[in-house]
């Protein structure tokens, strides 16, 4: 009985190597896969073709939520369900609603970045197949690794380990799940 392939993971051994490694998975069309590096390589992301994150326009939506919901009990508090005449003020004195409005808001936001975040990043994850690699402890120290999942639609164990190995790589393995 085999065991099921989460991908392979290859390692390299320079941020410039890389670089160009990231370019050239980009260009074989390979979707599911990711680089893990020690420290920051400035313009990785766009090796790597990465696009912005849809996180922003969830948390700008979520914060309008907030902040037009806060507007809106306010309104049917002091208006309609409960109007009271406070020093000759009329009944939706929107001005006094502001604090509490951004309050509101910026909460919504807050918790919305955390959950947005979470969902995205598809946490919490309580382990990883690429923990189970020895060589894979090093990329927080001194090496450079890219794993394609084996969920890519042109994941092939033997061709995908091979093309790896033909980008610079100085070890490549497939990992099981």
């Keep these: 009985m085999s065991n099921k392939i989460y991908g392979a993971l290859a390692q390299f051994e320079s941020a410039h190597g890389i670089f160009h ?11 599911k896969w990711d680089a893990m590096t020690p420290y920051p ?6 090796a790597m073709g990465m696009t912005r994150s849809k996180l922003p326009r969830f948390v700008f939506v979520m914060g309008i939520s907030g902040a037009s919901g806060a507007m809106l009990l306010q309104w049917w508090i002091s208006a309609v369900d409960y109007p009271l005449i406070i020093a000759a003020k009329p009944y939706f004195s929107w001005q006094a609603f502001i604090p509490i409005t951004f309050e509101v808001m910026v909460l919504f936001s807050a918790v919305s970045t955390v959950l947005g975040m979470l969902f995205l990043n598809r946490l919490p994850r309580w382990h990883h197949p690429l923990l189970k690699s020895e060589r894979f402890a090093r990329a927080s120290d001194d090496k450079f690794f890219i794993c394609i999942e084996a969920d890519d639609p042109q994941f092939d164990g033997e ?10 790589a100085s070890h490549v393995e497939l990992l099981e799940d």
């Excluded at 390589?41 to 766009?46: A, P, S, T």
């Excluded at 061709?159 to 610079?168: M, P, R, V, Y």
């Design 21 to 31: 490694a990231c370019e050239k998975v980009r260009d074989a069309s390979y979707k």
């Design 41 to 46: 390589v400035h313009g990785l992301e766009g």
């Design 159 to 168: 061709k995908t380990a091979e093309f790896l190995q033909s980008l610079g």
